[in-house]
Structure formats: C-alpha cells, structure tokens
C-alpha cells in the first residue's frame, strides 16, 4: 500500500464528466477494498448518494461516512483516532474543509487519500498542505498529497459558478507568487525549483487558452489547479503557488468583518499585486474581463479600509517570506491603485 507520507504526485488521475459514478471501479483497479469515506456536511444528498452507490458497485466496503462540518485540527484528529485499522484508502468528497481533514487524517494514518471536489474554488485539493483551525487561527500543516484525484467536470459545472470563479482567483495566482519567489531569490538567495516554477506557470497559460465556463473549461482549470498542488509538492514549498496576493488574504480573513471566498480575495489582490510588480496585470485583466471576474466583484465589493489595513498587515502573516511587498513601502503605491486604477476602484466601496 503507497505511503501518502512519501507521495509526492497522484498515480490515479481522473478529469471527465462522470467521474463520480466510476468512483468504485477506480478503487477496485487499485485494490482498495475497505474506505473511510468523509464528506462535506453540506453536500448536496443527490452528489453523496451517487458516490455511495459507485463505491458498492466496486464491491468497496465503507466505514459509517462521515459528515465533515468544521476543519478543526483537535477534530480531525480525534477522527484519526477513530480510523478502523482494516481501512485502505480515505475518500474525501466535497468542500474545501472535507479535503483538508480528509487529507490530514491520510497523512497521520499513513493511508493513502483520493481527493474528490464537487467545485474547483481552489487548489487545496491537490496540495501537500491541509488547512486546519486551531484555537480558531488557520495553519497550514502539512498533510497527505492525494493518491488519487478525481474530478467530475459535470459536477462542478453545476457548482455555483461564483466558486468558478474563484477557482480562477486562485490560479492566476501563481503569476504573482513565481514573481515574488524570483524576487525573494535575487533579495535573499531563496532557492528556485525551476521545473516546479515552470510547471505553476504553465498550468495558468493552458486555462487561459480557453477559460470558459464549460465542460472544457472545468477540464483545464481542475487540471491545472492539480497541477498546481503538484508544483508545490515538488519543491517542498508553497512558493509556486503562494505570494504576496496569499499573504494580503491571508490578512483579510483575519482583519475582515465579512471575508469573502479565498479565490476571490487572492484574485484581486493577484491583479493589485502585479501592478505593484510591473508584470502581468493585463493579462490577468483580460482573464477576468472574459470570465465575467470583474463582474462579480462589483457586485459584492470589498472595503477599502480594511484591504488597506490587510496590505500593512501582510508581511507579518508569514514573517522572513520575502515579496513584492517586503522590498520597499508598497502602501503609497497600493492607495494610489485603489483609486487610480479603474478595474481596481470598481472592486470596492
């Protein structure tokens, strides 16, 4: 049985319409025949009996599923604790924080992990990390990378489409945050992994080339987001997926009396972030003009105060992780863009 502990890319890859309802045959190929399966507690009943029915086609025998409502880290472990001893394989469907405990209980169980998103919000799916609360802050531990990853297109293009879009917050940037790693290299010798930058940056080009909310367009961006945890895993850092743009979400969550979803954070501090480098601002302007982006940020739009509050915050929320904003006082210049810049001022109120 492959140790997620020493994985460091997923063997089972599945990005296709259906999906879902092959869940068990692809289990049975790997000769998983006992799983522990958690999903999310909001997870729509139609989505979650369609994955128990895969799995008992596949002859697979599972463990009393389990609704995951919160991303506790005392919680996920008491849940490790719990975990039978004949089980093969952890199955995590749903939601970001099913996957993140999903993830997490694989990796101190020693288990192997298929990760199964019925939205594409962002690249926490596939990366080596699992976002978990503690003592109610966020932390990042580290965390099982999923054996298997499998993606129905036709499940997540039914998701809202706000978490699509999200999903693109989220990947454009990379562009930024393999910016700041180059950057942090030239500033303080911060080693770059070109082969994990390279491959953060491709994955956004090959969405880019169509990104469009469809069946294709969910194929690529699931793809790539996959990709993108996979980059990370790699290296060993978060660096070819997590910049300055992360740093100033990261802020929000904690100064915002209403935060918004991460990729849609990441997404317009990305845009914010690459004025501020000098690089890559149109592109991303025009991805977010095609996929109706802009749009949807017009009508829910930040605070300024509170976004100028979270760009003096940032450097602090991961200190010595040097970027854009460690290499001089950004905030005159970030004030300045808020206002000045016409896609920017339509982001907030």
Sequence with gaps: MPDPRQTTIPTLVRVK?????????????????S?????????????????????????????????????DFASAVELFKKLPAS?????????????????????LAGRPLIAVPTSLSNDGFCSPQSSLAINGRRRSMPSAVPFGVVIDTAVCFDAPAVLWLSGIGDLVSKFTAVADWKLAFHAQGVPVDDF????????????????????????????ALLLNGVAMSICGSSRPASGSEHLISHALDRLSTAPHLHGLQVGVATYLVARLQGGNHELIARAFERTGFWNAIAKDPFDRAEWLEAVKAAPSVKPGYYTVLSSRDCLPEVVELLSGDPLLAACFH
């Design 17 to 33: 319409p259906g999906a879902l309802d092959r869940l068990g045959i692809y289990c049975e190929r790997a000769g998983f025949r």
């Design 35 to 71: 799983a522990a399966f958690f999903f999310s507690s909001g997870l729509v009943p139609s989505l979650l009996s369609r994955a128990v029915a895969a799995l008992t086609a596949g002859g697979v025998r599972m463990h009393r599923p389990v609704a995951v409502e919160s991303n």
């Design 87 to 107: 089980t093969d394989v952890i199955l995590g469907v749903g939601g970001g924080k099913a996957l993140d405990v999903a993830k997490y209980v694989a990796f």
């Design 196 to 223: 994990a930058a390279l491959l953060s940056d491709a994955s956004v080009h090959q969405f880019l080339s169509h990104s469009m909310h469809d069946l294709e367009g969910m194929r690529l961006l699931g793809a």
